[in-house]
C-alpha cells in the first residue's frame, strides 16, 4: 500500500537552530499538506499545496516557517529559528481528491530545547 | 470559522461492547464533509469513515457507524464490538466543499481505551 514518506521521524533542535523536515507524497497526489498537532490537540493546518501552488499558508507563522514544494512533489518544511514552543508533531498528508479524507505520513516529533 | 468540538476527553469500553464518540461542529455552509479519523499510539493518522453532508444516509464502514443529524450539527461515532486494537486517540474533522481549499478543521480528540 502506497504510504506518505516523512522524514526525520525524531528530531530534536537547541532553540534559535534551524531545523528541516522533509515529507514525500504518494506518487500522482497533486495536493500537499503540513499539519502541526501539539500535544493532546487535533493538527492545524500549516500550509496546502496544490502541485507547486501555495492555496492556503493563512496559519503559518511566515516570519520563522517556510514550505516549498518545488517540481510539485516532495516538500521540505523549514523553521528557523526554532522556539520552545515549536515542539510538536509536524504531519504531512497527501490527497488526490479532498472529499475521501488524506494519507497521513507518520510524521515527525520535534522537540526544541 | 468553522469550529469541532469533541467533548469528551477520554472514554473507555469494555472488549467486545458499543460505544459512541460524540462530535458537534458550527458551519455557515450547507455542504461539507465530515470524518472521524483514527491515530494509533504508532501515530499515523488513520481515516475511520467519512460523511458527504447532503446525503441523508448515514455510513457505515463494517464494525463503525455515524450517527448524522445535520440539523443540530452532531456527528457521532459508534464503535461496536470494540477491540482492542480500537484503542487509539479519535478525531472527528470538517472539510468545506468549495473551491480548491481541502483544509481539515480537527476536534481536540476523544482518547477511547478498550479493556480486556
Known amino acids: 500500500e502506497a504510504e506518505v514518506a516523512q522524514s526525520p521521524r525524531y528530531k530534536i533542535t537547541e532553540k534559535s537552530q534551524a531545523v528541516a523536515f522533509w515529507c514525500d507524497p504518494i506518487?500522482?497526489?497533486?495536493?500537499l499538506y503540513w499539519y502541526r498537532q501539539i500535544l493532546g490537540q487535533g493538527p492545524e493546518l500549516l500550509v496546502q499545496?496544490?502541485?507547486?501552488?501555495?492555496?492556503?499558508d493563512s496559519q503559518l507563522p511566515k516570519d520563522r516557517f517556510s514550505a516549498e514544494r518545488l517540481k510539485g512533489v516532495d516538500s521540505t518544511l523549514k523553521i528557523q529559528p526554532a522556539e520552545l514552543g515549536d515542539s510538536a508533531m509536524y504531519l504531512c498528508?497527501?490527497?488526490?481528491?479532498?472529499?475521501?479524507?488524506?494519507?497521513f505520513g507518520s510524521g515527525t516529533r520535534l522537540t526544541v530545547v | 470559522a468553522q469550529t469541532v468540538t469533541q467533548s469528551q476527553p477520554e472514554m473507555s469500553v469494555q472488549e467486545a461492547e458499543t460505544v459512541t464518540l460524540s462530535c458537534t461542529y458550527d458551519?455557515?455552509?450547507?455542504?461539507?464533509?465530515l470524518f472521524w479519523y483514527k491515530q494509533p499510539p504508532s501515530r499515523q493518522m488513520i481515516l475511520v469513515i467519512r460523511?458527504?453532508?447532503?446525503?441523508?444516509q448515514n455510513a457505515t464502514e463494517n464494525r463503525f457507524s455515524v450517527n448524522f443529524q445535520k440539523a443540530a450539527k452532531s456527528f457521532s461515532l459508534k464503535i461496536s464490538d470494540s477491540q482492542l486494537g480500537d484503542a487509539a486517540m479519535y478525531f472527528c474533522?470538517?472539510?468545506?466543499?468549495?473551491?480548491?481549499?481541502?483544509?481539515?478543521?480537527f476536534g481536540k480528540g476523544t482518547l477511547l481505551t478498550v479493556n480486556p
Open positions: 498528508a497527501s490527497s488526490l481528491e479532498g472529499a475521501y479524507g488524506y494519507t
Open positions: 506518487s500522482g497526489h497533486a495536493t
Open positions: 499545496f496544490q502541485d507547486e501552488s501555495v492555496v492556503d
Open positions: 458551519t455557515s455552509e450547507s455542504d461539507y464533509y
Open positions: 460523511q458527504e453532508a447532503y446525503k441523508q
Open positions: 474533522a470538517y472539510r468545506g466543499s468549495g473551491g480548491s481549499n481541502y483544509k481539515l478543521t
